[in-house]
């Protein structure tokens, strides 16, 4: 793969510039003969070439010709993220929503779930590579990504081949080990910052402690941060520690990018390879600019083609002009999620993942997951009531400790509670977190 030239113009200014500006400036009429374009492109491609989508389409009587504008995407089922799980156990490893034989692929990506995605030979989304861009990443700039590179395609897929097409130098740093990533940071002079927030937070601390002024010797100036909640008042937090610029994307790690920040701060900016849909959770229908519902999209990705994925997290779509320039429709904010499944650290956890710890010990009688934030960092905890006291409570607490780690990828702290403490029909999930 080539590394392609940013357009000349836009190099020295992190202020201004697009990653292609003649689809991010494009007239809202182009935009949407553009999308219906690419929309009957691949369904016509994914009805042939993928049995998910084809019998998605045969169980209400579609044919591909019955999909002509995004309008009509509302006659398609939405699958949600469970539905992927279900289809993938039964036509194991992708469900079927595979677009091209498993021999085409580059590499197969593991999500907790399981979910098996395939990943491209010749990943060419726009979407987190214009959320860079519209963030101040620049051609040149050395960028330290701290996403977790193992099984998941956030890191890898995704955020590095972006840095690679826009023309950064990466630092495969992934997650954890706070003070040798300082020291890197201290080393290359990094300028560019790829992670969760929180963990920039660390990085600050850690840095802090190690004696070090994040002016001087931190040589961050732009930041890109994603799969977890940013209140305000982090960011401003980091931006001032590190004299930095920080703004955010969004997505999942099935079908990639769906909104990114401008730096006019402004909701987040629809990339132009998606379509995205807000609709009402229950009856599947768009409920128009301004309306609080459902994300759900559709990407033109031959390799993945999922066609109506439902997010499950809430948002609003406006369509009022960004004076940035770009012209796409933009989420306000993620207002929350539609069921109680949430994120934890930036990791998808469902009730589900609750209930199988809870299996592995007999001892549990009733468990409450609450989820509560602290000094901008994510806490969990499980509230557990036990069948009858025991005699050695924190070795059974150290075991519970241990599965919550196996089986939903983040840390939990286990607090038994007094019989009768978790009311009758509360939910398997509370999620305290307030986002100010
Ligand atoms: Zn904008």
């Known amino acids: ?11 020295m200014d992190r202020t201004r510039g697009f990653y292609k500006k003649n689809l991010e400036t494009v007239s809202h009429k182009k935009r949407i003969e553009y999308l219906n374009q690419r929309l009957r492109g691949i369904i016509q491609y994914a ?7 084809r019998n998605k389409l045969d169980s209400v009587g579609l ?3 019955d999909i002509q504008t995004t309008k009509d995407l509302e006659k398609i089922p939405i699958t949600k993220k ?38 491209e030979a010749d990943y060419d989304e726009l979407g987190w590579a214009q959320g860079m861009v519209a963030a101040g990443f620049r051609p040149g700039d050395m960028a330290i990504n701290t996403f977790s590179y193992h099984m998941v395609p956030f890191a ?14 990466t630092i495969p740093a992934g997650i954890g080990n706070t003070e040798q990533q300082v020291n890197i940071l201290k080393t290359l002079k990094a300028n560019a910052y790829c992670g969760t927030a929180s963990f920039l937070l660390n990085i600050a601390e850690k840095a802090e402690e190690m004696g070090l002024d994040l002016k001087k010797d931190i040589n961050l100036k732009v930041g ?4 977890e909640m940013l209140p305000e008042s982090l960011r401003s937090k980091l931006e001032q ?64 083609p999922l066609i109506r994925f439902g997010t499950g997290d809430l948002s609003i779509l406006t369509e009022t002009p960004c004076p940035c320039g770009r012209t796409s429709p933009r989420l ?25 710890v809870a299996s592995k010990h007999p001892q549990i009688s009733k468990v409450q997951v609450v989820i509560t934030r602290k000094e901008h960092k994510d806490e969990m905890t499980f509230r557990i009531e036990l069948k009858e006291e025991i005699p050695q409570p924190q070795k059974l607490k150290e075991e519970i400790e241990k599965s919550i780690r196996d089986v939903m990828k983040v840390r939990g702290d286990v607090q038994f509670v007094p019989k009768g403490t978790i009311p009758e029909g509360a939910k398997k999930i509370e999620d305290q977190r307030t986002w100010e």
């Open 47 to 53: 009805y042939k070439n993928s049995t998910a989508v």
């Open 63 to 65: 044919k591909p010709k």
């Open 241 to 304: 520690k590190f004299e930095m610029i920080i703004r955010q994307g969004y997505g999942t790690a099935d079908i990639g990018c769906l909104g990114y920040e401008c730096l006019k701060k402004n909701g987040m900016h629809v990339p132009d390879d998606k379509i995205v849909e807000i609709v009402d959770p229950n009856t599947g229908k768009q409920v128009g600019p301004g309306k609080a519902g459902e994300i759900v999209a559709a990407t033109f990705n031959k390799v993945y």
């Open 156 to 169: 890898l897929q995704m955020i590095d081949n972006s840095l690679y097409r826009i023309g950064c130098i």
């Open 82 to 119: 469970g539905d992927l799980v279900e289809l993938q156990k039964k036509n194991p490893p992708f469900g079927g929503f595979e677009g091209v034989p498993i021999s085409e692929m580059r590499r197969i990506y593991v999500s907790p779930g399981p979910i098996f995605e395939p990943g």
């Open 1 to 11: 793969m080539r590394r392609p030239p940013m357009p000349k113009e836009d190099v």
């Open 224 to 227: 890109f941060v994603a799969t």
């Open 332 to 356: 306000i904010k993620i207002l929350g999620r539609v069921d109680q499944a949430t994120k934890v650290r930036g990791l998808f956890i469902h009730p589900g993942q609750a209930d199988e």
